[in-house]
């Protein structure tokens, strides 16, 4: 992914509700393979990967943007969680 390509920001749909609908999905799914497995002990990993994710991806990403786009950007990020 490669946020400094963007070409505009994108605030309707999905990203109405968070700013990071695919990591979003992305959690669900692990979820969902937590509830298939039957075992609560995938749930610990969920932590650390919303973690990992913030920290290596989402932060860096955000940067980029609040560069991009400023004030609208934050403007945005001041309206929309990260998450959920």
């Known amino acids: 992914i490669h946020p400094e390509n963007t070409k505009q920001l994108v605030t309707t ?5 968070t700013r990071n609908p695919m990591y979003v999905g992305l959690l669900f799914l692990l979820i969902g393979w937590t509830i298939l497995l039957g075992s609560l002990s995938p749930i610990l990993m969920l932590p650390v990967f919303i973690w990992i994710i ?3 991806q989402i932060i860096p990403e955000e940067k980029i943007l609040e560069q991009k786009f400023g004030q609208k950007y934050l403007d ?6 990260r998450w959920i």
């Open 76 to 81: 945005y990020k001041n309206a929309v969680n």
């Open 54 to 56: 913030t920290i290596e």
């Open 13 to 17: 749909g999905t990203y109405r509700f």
